[in-house]
């Protein structure tokens, strides 16, 4: 199983996004998907449900 943090650098790079274009779609800004990719933040319900 691929970790969450992993998941969301896979998903922004299959997309050729950047973390702040991938964040205004999740709703957060740019350096929380930092912070969620580097695992210093884990992402609310509400943001791993936007991911799913």
Do not use: H, W
């Amino acid at each position: 199983m691929v970790a969450l943090d992993e998941r969301i650098k896979e998903i922004c790079k299959s997309k050729n996004m950047t973390q702040a274009e991938y964040g205004a779609k999740m709703g957060v800004k740019g350096n929380s998907i930092t912070n969620y990719e580097s695992g210093m933040r884990t992402p609310s319900d509400a943001v791993i449900f936007s991911i799913s």
